[in-house]
């Protein structure tokens, strides 16, 4: 079946300092979204990306996704401590969203 | 509007006992889920429904039933709970032509 794996599992940063989680998945994906779920709280959706070699951009946060659509990358820059929490990718295959592992985000002030 | 809203927040059980996780929303969504997470496993999908009436098995659906009783609520049963079962369990829903979810806050369950 689909996998969706994320690396790295945790990232501890010093305020400031830029952040990258990457994310892969064993098959082509029609599209890839991204969530963050704060410590304690449910994923809130932050964005989708459907086209080869799609870069979209929130403030500080760049989206990537692959050209051959089975990878997608989030960085943040000048991480800020309002950035706690785990970002999870997730990629559809037919009517199921898979969600990749997830890469827990810490910063120190 | 409420969104998603899940029942209980927490549980215990004893290993053996059976339960129902309750899952409804207000938002006239099509598909809802229920998904579990686990540390280092990320969000593991158990059953989703498309639409009501039609239900279907995620990633992990062993030891787990679940109900689209209407389109406002899909329940999760488990009929003899394991301290694998041991989780935190998320519903979300779908509306239609969109692919965002819009989750609930989770149910915390510990199994004994």
């Known amino acids: 079946g689909q996998q969706v794996m994320q690396i790295p599992q945790y990232q501890h940063v010093q305020e400031g300092e830029d952040f990258t989680t990457y994310c892969n998945s064993s098959t082509t994906l029609s599209n890839i979204q991204w969530y963050k779920q704060r410590p304690g709280g449910h994923p809130v959706f932050l964005i989708q990306?459907?086209?080869?070699?799609e870069v979209k951009k929130q403030k500080r946060l760049t989206f990537q996704f692959g050209e051959a659509k089975k990878n997608s990358s989030l960085h943040i820059t000048a991480t800020q401590t309002t950035d706690v929490g785990t970002y999870f990718c997730a990629g559809h295959n037919t009517d199921k969203l898979i969600f990749g592992t997830g890469t827990r985000l810490q910063v120190f002030p | 509007n409420a969104g998603v809203t899940q029942t209980p927040k927490f549980q215990v059980l004893k290993t053996g006992q059976s339960m129902t996780l309750q899952c409804a929303q207000d938002?006239?969504?099509?598909?809802m889920y229920w998904y579990r997470q686990d540390p280092g496993m990320g969000l593991r999908l158990i059953y989703y429904?498309?639409?009501?009436?039609?239900?279907d098995k995620g990633e992990v659906p062993n030891g787990y039933n679940v109900s689209r009783l209407n389109k406002r609520e899909f329940s999760l049963r488990l009929e003899s709970a394991a301290p694998s079962q041991t989780s935190v369990y998320f519903c979300?829903?779908?509306?239609?032509?969109?692919?965002?979810?819009?989750f609930g806050s989770g149910t915390q369950l510990s199994v004994l």
């Open positions: 938002m006239n969504h099509n598909s």
């Open positions: 979300a829903s779908r509306p239609p032509k969109n692919e965002k979810l819009f």
């Open positions: 990306l459907v086209k080869s070699g």
């Open positions: 429904s498309a639409s009501e009436g039609t239900t």
